[in-house]
């Protein structure tokens, strides 16, 4: 199993950036996908994450700012990053949660380092 992150760089205060994650071996469909972040010195905390309905759940601090979607048939799950602030610098982290029997399975990817600057 691999999630593979993409997209994440250097950016402006009130810029934008979207990262792409690709997670293979992963029974995609009905997973539950989502994105954390870690910023320096501090835990990891959740981003946004999406079911296989649809239905999304957001951050306090991304709520308004940011939109998970994805894409099954590409087997894609992206974070739309827009009006950033400084405090967004963080590694961002791809996960899925697979549900296929016998037990759910829990993958991270490698993380995306986001750096925006004032």
């Known amino acids: 199993v691999q999630l593979q992150a993409s997209g994440g760089g250097s950016a402006q205060a009130g810029g934008s950036l979207r990262l792409s994650c690709s997670p293979s071996?992963?029974?995609?469909?009905?997973?539950?996908l989502a994105w954390y972040r870690q910023r320096s010195g501090k835990q990891r905390e959740l981003v946004a994450s999406?079911?296989?309905?649809?239905?999304?759940n957001y951050s306090d601090s991304a709520k308004g700012r940011f939109t998970i979607s994805r894409d099954n048939a590409k087997e894609m799950v992206y974070l739309q990053m827009n009006s950033l602030r400084p405090e967004d610098t963080a590694v961002y982290y791809c996960h899925a949660n697979d549900p296929s029997p016998p037990s759910p399975h829990l993958y991270w990817g490698q993380g995306t380092l986001v750096t925006v600057s004032s």
């Open positions: 999406i079911t296989s309905d649809g239905l999304t």
């Open positions: 071996g992963v029974f995609f469909s009905p997973s539950t």
